[in-house]
């Protein structure tokens, strides 16, 4: 526990600290295993009959878990440190040394590729081979974008000290960041916090805080922003991808034309879902036209609810068992053990994620806390993307590079059904008014506000290639998105031109932001069919479902349910439930003559 007695995670069960002796003798494992496999299987596969083939693909994912284990660690150490330089530089060391030993088994996936498809379709017979099946799939859809053995030896190598280099450095100069409002000094997340405040002074001067820190820093934003597009455009040309997109695209293993039709389909509903609901929300807070700190604000007639932990706790482990008791028991372990850190604290990284580390160790959750009713959603997040963790262990280390997009489902299907137990509980029309209207603003952050991010990125990857960004284009290009998908009922001007460089995902995982649009409207369409009951024993299809998501096509994950992500009609079946909830709004609106 905290010194706020809120709990933190215990990373013992992992290593001890940092001086653990364990951590070096890993490393040399990692280092002595990669060399003997190697020497085992290089130049070889060709030869291999179908159980020796099934030892390689074991071995390498043994070497793989134990350079997993040791990468979590290090990087779950730093977030809640990134102040302390001992353990940023061990980050550092444990990065450049699992790149360096992993230098002898870039062969593995070539030699794979260049193998005939008869070879592995018989080995495939083999039942230990079949079970690395949809990760040899996955090898070979790279096939065409691979390069020689010595090429992607130097781009491993370099990784280091290119993208990951200029992401360490855009994440630790983010964690240093202070922002001073009324002689108080605030840090990231603490500040973010504010935007949420019932006082529109408060926000006011937060909003605008953050914005003049972001520009203040732009010079060197920009300049790291512009470093990883060219980055990624040198080896996307050399790999041989038509757009800037089509890599990720090809991890999600989804067509380019399937995202364009989510981001155009989500882009033609502007007008109708985000805008008017932002010309709602600017009546409710009494203005024309609200300012772009205020999109998060709660209402004025709302009550200023604050959860402690064990309210939140139960609160979401409720809402959780009524779904499904199998989901209850797979997600009270984080509870019960010490696998979250929760409490936000000097140094700590901001926002929220889920870690999982192998299929033989739990997963970890990481918040930051403070109590309001977005925190309390934001544990149902972060708890969905702990129990789908837990609920795939058994497919396997190799197995389990999961898509993105099947990745955020389960976080956003486990806010839906803690808001609609939520909602349940309120009897008063105002008080579901307000908890309505907070939900269709994240559902419009998660489904719109991700997407016009989608639009961003793909602006400033094109115009890249015609050379560098300056920071005043790159907040251009930020206005224009906002603009378009905010509406004319939000200001959107040079006091938030900058609150782009805030946007971690376009420096670390560029191209990521619209997995949550695609999440969301897929969980949408989940939650509107286990209304219809048109599906027998829906919460056990569904968490069926979730165990299969990383070795499953979506059409057939999909299948069940009645759903084709295929069909445009799938992503407006989705936006629908959005625009059905602003239909709410306005009946409760115009009923209580607010």
Same mark, same amino acid.
């Given at each position: ?423 349940? @509980? ?8 307000? *908890?309505? !209207? ?7 952050? $998660? +489904? &719109? ?97 979730? @165990? ?8 057939? *994950?999909? !299948? ?7 069909? $445009? +009609? &799938? ?24």
């Amino acid at each position: 526990m905290t010194e706020n007695n809120l709990p933190a995670w215990d990373l013992s069960d992992l290593y001890k600290g940092i001086n653990d002796p364990k951590i070096e003798a890993d490393l040399s494992r990692c280092k002595n295993m990669a060399e003997s496999f190697a020497r085992d299987y290089k130049g070889k596969l060709a030869s291999l009959n179908a159980e020796d083939f099934a030892a390689a693909l074991k071995t390498y994912e043994e070497i793989s878990v134990v350079g997993d284990i040791l990468g979590e660690f290090a990087y779950l150490n730093m977030c809640t440190q990134m102040k302390n330089g001992e353990a940023m530089a061990f980050y550092q060391n444990i990065s450049e040394k699992l790149t360096e030993y992993a230098k002898p088994t870039v062969f593995f996936t070539l030699e794979i590729n260049q193998l005939p498809e008869t070879t592995l379709q018989n080995w495939l017979k083999n039942e230990k081979v079949a079970f690395y099946k949809h990760w040899l799939e996955r090898v070979r859809r790279f096939k065409k974008h691979e390069l020689s053995e010595a090429v992607e030896e130097v781009l491993l190598e370099k990784s280091v000290t290119s993208s990951s280099a200029w992401v360490r450095l855009y994440e630790e100069h983010s964690s240093r960041l202070k922002y001073v409002i009324d002689g108080k000094e605030y840090n990231d997340a603490e500040i973010s916090k504010l935007l949420q405040d019932q006082d529109p002074k408060i926000r006011e001067k937060a909003g605008k805080e953050l914005n003049r820190v972001g520009k203040e820093n732009a010079p060197l934003f920009s300049f790291i922003y512009n470093m990883i597009i060219k980055d990624k455009a040198i080896e996307d040309e050399k790999r041989g991808y038509e757009r800037p997109v089509s890599e990720r695209n090809m991890h999600e293993n989804v067509k380019d034309g399937v995202v364009d039709a989510l981001a155009e389909t989500v882009k033609r509903n502007y007008q109708h879902i985000s805008h008017r609901f932002y010309k709602l929300k600017a009546k409710w807070l009494g203005v024309d036209k609200m300012q772009y700190w205020d999109r998060n604000a709660p209402l004025p007639f709302s009550s200023d609810v604050h959860y402690d932990w064990d309210e939140a706790v139960k609160l979401v482990l409720n809402a959780y068992r009524e779904f499904s008791e199998d989901l209850y028991k797979t997600a009270l372990p984080f509870f019960e053990n010490n696998w979250i850190d929760v409490p936000p604290r000097d140094g700590k990284r901001s926002g929220a994620f889920a870690a999982g580390t192998t299929s033989t160790r739990h997963p970890y959750l990481f918040l930051n806390f403070v109590g309001k009713q977005n925190d309390v959603l934001t544990l149902a997040h972060e708890l969905g993307h702990g129990c789908h963790m837990r609920l795939r262990q058994k497919n396997g280390d190799l197995n389990e590079t999961s898509r993105m997009t099947s990745e955020e489902v389960a976080s956003v299907f486990g806010e839906m059904i803690t808001f609609q137990s939520m909602l349940r @509980s309120l009897n008063d029309d105002k008080d579901r008014l307000c *908890l309505i !209207a907070s939900k269709v603003n994240d559902m419009i952050n $998660t +489904a &719109f506000r991700q997407i016009a991010f989608h639009f961003f990125e793909s602006k400033a990857h094109d115009e890249r290639k015609q050379g560098e960004l300056s920071e005043q284009r790159l907040a251009e290009i930020w206005v224009e998105v906002q603009k378009d998908v905010l509406g004319p009922a939000v200001v959107v001007d040079e006091n938030s031109a900058y609150i782009w460089s805030q946007v971690g995902h376009f420096f670390f995982l560029p191209f990521y932001v619209y997995a949550y649009s695609f999440a969301d409207c897929l969980v949408n369409s989940l939650y509107q069919v286990s209304q219809e009951n048109r599906v027998e024993n829906f919460p056990a299809q569904y968490l069926d479902m979730l @165990s299969k998501t990383a070795i499953t096509e979506y059409d057939e *994950l999909l !299948a069940p349910f009645g759903l084709n992500p295929s069909d $445009t +009609a &799938f992503w407006n079946k989705g936006l629908s439930l959005i625009s059905g909830y602003i239909d709410e709004l306005e009946r409760l609106d115009k009923k209580l003559g607010l």
